[in-house]
């Protein structure tokens, strides 16, 4: 059942949980299953199932006693709450492997992004070609960011010089840096930024490692 | 201060808010700053200053009334905490761009990765070199993990043969398995998992754009 109109304040942990889920029933539905079960959710996705249950309540869902979440209906809460269907326009500066990756990974498009223009500095890249996009001199994505009204950058060059283009992209009127250069960038407060770093999915499992360690041990 | 054999059952929240710290005071060790305080952690990674002081305590660390925080001592801690120091070795399955981007990623050494070997299907690949490792036959990465007592799977594989890979390994005995493939991995229960999937951010990032919007338009 899905509550139209249900609002709430919703935790930045469900947040995070949400796309963990999404990505589960979107695997389910290409394989043409209709309902899933909070249980099901739960052994997928390492969440507690009464955790999953509040978590599609917070957003307005709630799953029919015996069959679950009819999973059409899911989706399309979630991609409503988080916004997916609309697409967004980026710009990727940095095509080294990691941006790379980024661009040629088509399930973005699923989460509404659309990389419309890529740029370097390394004048061997410039004018060569990346699935469609020919990479651009990166002291012009001021201007095309302008021209082209670019909501969000995706940063995926090395640390140095990273803060001197995300201020090249602000001022031109970028609303959101995503960030994967391993340096903090500075934005102004209106500016949303998302940092990734690879390492620190690799932090926590090491900790997780060494608890393994010590349990066994003792 | 740092209070030895401090201890206390810490978060998950916590301990995914570490390595931010841990990249933000690193970063001011390089510059040769000896302190920081709560204000300036809490600003540089957007975590409240209350949450920063109790997430430091709870690993057992504790500021200087005006000083704050000595760096060489919280990075100690949290490299502790963490089992930074714990230098594992790792095997990597896929070596397309986001796989290299891993290998070539020297960041990762800080926080106490050793690739080992890398491996691939592609019999183009095979053979070839990257980052002064031979790429080997993806068929052979059970034989390789028994042999080394190799700990960590990387897959930086498609989604298609992934769950294979991983069963492989697991019968090979790795306790571990770090996920870049984006689909969900079954590991028994004895075998730590982490996924990671560059579309969970981005979903992240779509959901501030849009409260952002709805925001600007009330």
Redesign the interface.
Known sequence: MKRKGFKRKVSV?T??R???Y???IS?LRKQGIRFVSSLKLSL???VEATQVRKDLTSIGHTGKPKVGYEIDQLMNTIEE????R?I?DAVLIGV???G???V??A??A????RIKAVFDADPMKIGTHIQGRVIQDVSTVGQYVRDHKI??GIMTLPAPGAQEVTDMLVKSGV??I?NFA???LFVPDHV???????????????????S?AERDSS
Chains 1, 2 share one sequence.
């Open positions: 942990q947040i995070q949400l796309p963990r999404y990505q589960y695997y997928q996705t390492y709450f988080l916004g997916l609309t967004e080294g492997h990691l790379t990756a980024i040629q990974y399930g973005f699923n989460y509404g992004l909501p969000i609303n959101a995503w391993p340096i903090n949303i930024i998302k940092n990734e770093n690879l390492a620190f999915g690799l932090a926590i499992l090491k900790h997780r490692l060494k393994l």
